[in-house]
């Protein structure tokens, strides 16, 4: 590997100490770096002057793989920029839990061997969504982890009915859904109540939240379903749809919101040679 684009979270990395020592491990062993903003800061935050900041889309035209440092928030949001490339992204956790991060901040040593491509790619499938009101497409994008059709902060319920391949597979009241990605069965969903699925298997994890009926539980589909949700009775407006945790936008009642597993999928960097059920005891049994 020759290049790597590096994107930090200041609001973590606060005076790019990560990301210099990141940078100073690669140049050592003759990869080019350059460091990236993959989001907008406030205007009042002071980013440190020590290193140099490259335009984002131009430096993803030449580079060989992404390297993001911060919490899995921030793994998710760079991926959408990595996967449009179609280049492999590495986490470096500098966050909480950290799931998707490959590297801890103080594995940072192993990123020497990118030099010599001692590595491997884990493919992890995604979920493209449309938000369809008033006949029309008003938005789409793919998920990595998960779309979630929410209540606002007023406590009021969704009604919320659920179709694979036009017939109705469940349909109930209460705070929303969840649909999540095998990588994103172990965010949301699994504290909804939702199954661990191994990130390998290639499924599409519907999870009530909190709903009004007993018989409401979580659906595993599979892939090749097309799956329609539709939003019924929507008190004072307060549904919303957010997908990987972006901007929610506000679902009013007979929205429809239609899935899919996405035609492309995130490649995401390995160097270790843990496995997901080493990190599941190792981030969720603590």
């Not at 009241?173 to 649909?179: H, P």
């Not at 009013?252 to 995130?266: C, F, M, S, V």
């Amino acid at each position: 590997m020759n290049k790597v684009v590096m994107t930090p979270n200041p609001y973590r990395d606060r005076d790019f100490s990560c990301v210099r020592e990141a940078k100073r491990i690669l140049e050592s062993v003759g990869v080019e770096v350059k460091v990236c903003l993959a989001f907008e800061v406030d205007s009042s935050f002071a980013l440190p002057p020590t290193v140099p900041l490259s335009d984002l889309q131009e430096e993803l035209k030449t580079a060989e793989a992404v390297i993001c440092f911060g919490g899995d928030g921030t793994i998710l949001h760079t991926s959408k920029f990595a996967m449009r490339r179609s280049l492999p992204i590495l986490g470096v956790n500098i966050g909480t839990v950290g799931f998707m991060a490959e590297l801890e901040a103080g594995e940072m040593a192993q990123l020497s061997r990118l030099a010599t491509d001692d590595y491997t790619i884990d493919e992890r499938m995604t979920i493209f969504v449309r938000l369809i009101h008033e006949g029309r497409v008003i938005y789409r994008d793919n998920a990595l982890n998960d779309a979630v059709v929410t209540k606002g902060a007023v406590a009021r319920v969704i009604q919320t009915a659920v179709f694979l391949d036009g017939v109705e597979a469940m349909n109930f009241s209460g705070d929303g859904l969840i649909a999540a990605t095998p990588t994103g069965s172990t965010a949301y969903s699994m504290s909804a109540g939702g199954p661990i699925v191994e990130p390998q298997a290639d499924n599409i994890i519907l999870t009530p939240i909190c709903a009004h009926n007993l018989r409401s539980r979580s659906l595993i589909a599979s892939p090749h379903r097309r799956i329609e949700i539709q939003i019924g009775r929507v008190n004072r407006r307060n549904a919303f749809l957010s997908v990987d945790g972006g901007k929610s936008l506000r679902v009013y009642g007979g929205d429809r919101i239609l899935l899919e597993a996405g035609n492309q999928k995130t490649k995401l960097l390995k160097l270790k040679d843990t496995t997901f059920f080493d990190i599941i005891n190792s981030k969720l049994n603590q």
